[in-house]
Every structure is written in C-alpha cells, then in structure tokens.
C-alpha cells in the first residue's frame, strides 16, 4: 500500500470511531469511489486476510475490531508487527536452543554412563592387581626367608 492509500485508510478508521464504531459500504464512497482500490484499502483493513482492523457482518457494513480501536497510525501498527515478529523469532530461538540444551543433556547421560562404566573397569582392575601385588609380596617374603635360610633348614631337616 502506497502513503495515498494509507492516508485514506486512517481517515476510513479514523471516520469508523466518530461514527460509533462502523461504517457502510456507501460511506465509503466519499473517500474513494468503488472500484479495485476500494477493494484493495478494505481487504488491506479487513480481518480476513489483513491487518485485522476492521471485519464485516455483511457486505455493507463495517465495524472496527478492537485493534482497530486502538488503532492509530500505520507507523505504530508497523512497529507492533516488528516487535511480533521479533517475539516469534525470539520463541524459535529459544525453542532451538531448549533442543540443543535436551541434545546436550542426552549426550551428557550417555558419556555419565561410559565414564560409570569406565570406572567400574578401572577399580577391577585395580583390586585384581592389588591382590596379586599381595600374592607376589607374601610369595616373596617366603622365598627370601628359604633362601636367606636355606642351610639351617636343610640342617633342621636333615636331623
């Protein structure tokens, strides 16, 4: 929609609020003659498709939605739709980055588990070694002691 056409639709809105909120199809008229601009401003207006300013319970008459009434300039309406569409790319945003959190949290799980499980391995072997470090001490002991000793216990033996 061009400024021309903008300035003719505030003064359609503008008119609906003097005029207790509506409008009729031949109203329209003393702002622009009926034909496809018509059509295109009402269409741009309408609730159905548009910027959800006005809606019709027929063909010839007009009421303003609520955000038509609070309605005042195409500007505001303009940063109103930003903000929207900022609001609803932010929402995508954090949507995306719960998931990648979800995804984060699940690969954390996994790795807890292999690292768990990592562990688990890791103090087997460590008891087994510790057991055998044991065996191999006492198996020690007695073989230093033997041959440390080795002819006083033939002596005792052989008597």
Request: charged share 30%.
């Amino acid at each position: 929609m061009n400024k021309e056409q903008e300035v003719i639709a505030l003064k359609i809105i503008e008119f609906m609020k003097s005029n207790n909120g509506y409008i009729y199809r031949t109203q329209l008229n003393n702002f622009i003659k009926y034909g496809e601009e018509q059509i295109m401003i009402v269409n741009y207006l309408d609730q159905n498709g548009g910027l959800g300013l006005i809606k019709s319970k027929s063909n010839d008459v007009y009421y303003l939605t609520p955000k038509g009434n609070q309605f005042t300039n195409f500007e505001d309406l303009e940063k109103l739709s930003k903000k929207v569409d900022e609001r609803e790319e932010l929402e995508v945003k954090n949507i995306r980055l719960e998931n990648e959190n979800l995804e984060y949290q699940k690969s954390i799980r996994g790795l807890s588990k292999d690292i768990s499980d990592l562990t688990k391995t890791n103090l087997e072997l460590q008891n087994k070694h510790l057991k055998k470090y044991i065996l191999y001490s006492i198996l020690g002991f007695i073989v230093g002691v033997l041959v440390t000793n080795w002819k006083e216990i033939i002596i005792l033996y052989s008597e």
